[in-house]
């Protein structure tokens, strides 16, 4: 079955630690993002990839980093610099992104919840 | 700046009761319009895409309509089943990324 695939489900993060959030996506989309999901807030988007080894920061990237080495990956970190890190983070991915595709629908895991102990 | 609003934040409906959602947009060129179901816990699941205004798309109990500043989701004759957080995201047509903005959501619950 294509899909993506999201892990751990359920992350605890001490102060001052750095964690990684996986995200891996069989559908063969060239591009990939990540967005925070707050109670009560809409999604806000921290980071994207269009192509392989290159990506661009959303809306909220501060504290945040990504990487983009093969196209079905692009795992988050969560630095010790991001202040309020407890959250529910999302993975999509959606087959393009030039303005001239009509291939927008972006295509989402099944999260991942951070807790910060 | 995309904005997006929708309403109500929260909707109670009997089984059998059927409902719209609203989903308020302003946006520099609109490129497409999505719906999204969550359910608790859990990803968003896609519904729809619409494009331009007039256009109508449906599935099962769920019909969406599209004018220039809003759209509907209309829900006919709803289901406990139904019962989930409904998102609306739009897409400006300035954007090279395809970055989406989105609504806060409303949550639907549908008593048996």
């Known amino acids: 079955d294509g899909g993506i695939t999201q892990s751990p489900k359920y992350l605890f993060r001490k102060e001052g630690q750095n964690v990684t959030l996986s995200c891996e996506q069989n559908l063969n989309h060239d591009a990939m993002y990540w967005y925070r999901q707050d109670p009560g807030q809409g999604l806000r988007l921290i980071y994207y990839?269009?192509?392989?080894?290159?990506?661009q920061k959303g809306d909220i990237a501060e504290g945040y980093s990504v990487s983009r080495e093969k196209k079905e990956s692009f795992p988050l970190t969560v630095t010790s610099a991001q202040k309020n890190p407890t959250a529910f983070y999302l993975c999509?991915?959606?087959?393009?992104?030039?303005?001239?595709?009509?291939?927008?629908?972006?295509?989402f895991g099944p999260g991942t919840r951070l807790t910060v102990l | 700046e995309d904005q997006v609003t929708q309403s109500p934040e929260a909707l109670r409906l009997q089984e059998g009761e059927s409902s719209s959602l609203n989903c308020s947009y302003t946006?520099?060129?609109?490129?497409?319009l999505f719906w999204y179901r969550q359910d608790p816990g859990k990803g968003p699941e896609f519904l729809f895409t619409l494009y331009s205004a007039g256009e109508e798309k449906e599935k099962e109990r769920l019909k969406a309509t599209l004018t220039k500043k809003e759209s509907f989701l209309h829900i006919t004759a709803p289901k406990p089943e139904d019962s989930a957080t409904y998102l609306c995201a739009v897409q400006a047509g300035g954007t090279s990324y395809g970055k989406l903005t989105f609504g806060q959501g409303t949550i639907l619950t549908v008593h048996p």
């Open positions: 990839s269009q192509i392989v080894n290159d990506f």
């Open positions: 946006v520099s060129g609109l490129r497409g």
């Open positions: 999509a991915s959606s087959i393009a992104t030039r303005l001239s595709s009509s291939y927008n629908e972006q295509f």
